[in-house]
């Protein structure tokens, strides 16, 4: 916006300049302006630094030009946290090892360790007691000794005892230990064969079960995801399993080949866009996430686009605007909808049709000569 400002500035003083010379306005061609339009006069210097283009349906509509980032392939990341609180005392991996699945990562000293080994002990016997009140209320009601509401109690506690022996064996069981292990330590595991990209556990670090970062993220960086935004006007361009081709900043000559694998089911309400999800392979691993990406996608209709240079575009905080040139030197200001700038140019999703005139050199400075009236 600086840039857009200094170059108007530039161009209000060769105007000014120009005037100077130039033949005064003959009667009934003054300039005349609006809040919406400005109509200039035959002999206007203005009018020599005006560009003008006409705007034209798009032979290369057949590509639609999104811009997106790259991102880890969701089905084959790991983000390992700690199931339990304690400390870190042991690290076995670094950012850029590869591991497999089941190979230890972080092993952690943890008192909870010994209360959990305590509690599934202590459902051990509870349940082996719960088993022999069954037996005997059984036994004692096929004697009539006792009330069938005295075995259904012994029922319900043995039931009751036999979940809780499940709860804590599931939990020791998740930790990787036993009830009768003589460890208090816990490791951590890889779930998946993968990269560590990321380390944020240190020695002697204290880990919360309830942290939200991460110790530690593993990623198969073979296959990535690359995620775009898509106007709603554009859907119908856009096609699960459709073929796509990626580029990166980072190698520019370079295209990354891909397909869609998802298109959103819901409409951002302020943006008008629908999430659109792109599975790409990255054999060299050349892509990273968070990589700036733009992602070409052939359009299966064949439809047409009208595309326009971005800096014929005006914007202000509620709407972009073109000025159109609506013939015999008449201008007018006109609200449009369009995409994000890929090389240059933007994508017009409303408010202009191919045969309209633009200014697309010059269109700043007739906006702000309409807002000043």
């Known amino acids: 916006m600086t840039r857009t400002r200094i ?27 609006s809040r919406d339009s400005i109509h200039l006069n035959a002999a206007d210097p203005k009018l020599p630094f005006l560009k003008i283009e006409t705007v034209k349906e798009s032979d290369a509509g057949a590509l639609l030009n999104l811009t997106g980032r790259v991102a880890f392939d969701e089905d084959h990341t790991q983000r390992v946290s700690s199931p339990i609180d304690g400390r870190a005392t042991k690290l076995f991996v670094s950012p850029g090892d590869m591991v497999k699945a089941g ?40 004697d009539g000794a006792v009330s069938e509401k005295e075995v259904a109690q012994a029922e319900a506690d043995f039931r009751k005892a036999r979940a809780t022996l499940g709860g804590s064996g599931s939990q020791l069981s998740a930790l990787g230990i036993s009830a009768s292990d003589p460890t208090v330590s816990v490791a951590l ?18 880990v919360r079960a309830d942290a939200t970062s991460p110790l530690v993220t593993i990623s198969d960086l073979k296959n990535v995801w690359v995620l775009a935004d898509v106007y709603e006007q554009d859907l119908k361009l856009v096609q699960e399993g459709a073929a796509v081709q990626v580029s990166v900043p980072a190698y520019p000559d370079q295209k990354f080949p891909g397909t869609v694998a998802h298109i959103g089911d819901v409409v951002d309400p302020a943006s008008h866009t629908v999430k659109l999800r792109c599975n790409v392979a990255n054999p060299d691993e050349k ?25 014929a575009v005006l914007w202000d905080s509620e709407h972009s605007r073109v000025i159109v040139d609506t013939g015999n030197n008449v201008f007018a ?16 999703l409303n408010g202009l049709k191919p045969g309209e005139r633009i200014v697309t050199d010059g269109a700043l400075f007739l906006k702000q000569e309409m807002d000043d009236q």
């Not at 959990?116 to 022999?132: C, I, M």
């Not at 595991?189 to 204290?206: F, L, P, T, W």
């Not at 996430?289 to 009208?306: Q, T």
């Open 7 to 33: 170059i108007a500035s530039l161009f209000v003083l060769v105007l000014a300049g120009c005037s100077e010379g130039a033949p005064a306005p003959l009667e009934g061609e003054a300039t005349a302006a």
């Open 103 to 142: 190979q230890q990562l972080i092993l952690l000293s943890s008192p909870q360790v010994g209360q959990l080994q305590s509690d599934a002990q202590k459902a051990v016997q509870d349940l082996a007691v719960a088993q022999k009140a069954l037996d005997r209320a059984h036994k004692l009601m096929a």
């Open 189 to 206: 595991r890889s779930q998946i064969a993968g990269k560590v990209v990321d380390r944020g556990a240190m020695v002697g670090q204290e």
């Open 287 to 311: 892509l990273k996430p968070e990589m700036f990406a733009k992602i070409e996608l052939a359009d299966a209709g064949n439809a047409k686009a009208v595309a326009i240079p971005a800096k």
């Open 333 to 348: 200001s006109r609200i449009v909808s369009v995409g994000p700038e890929v090389d240059g140019m933007v994508r017009v």
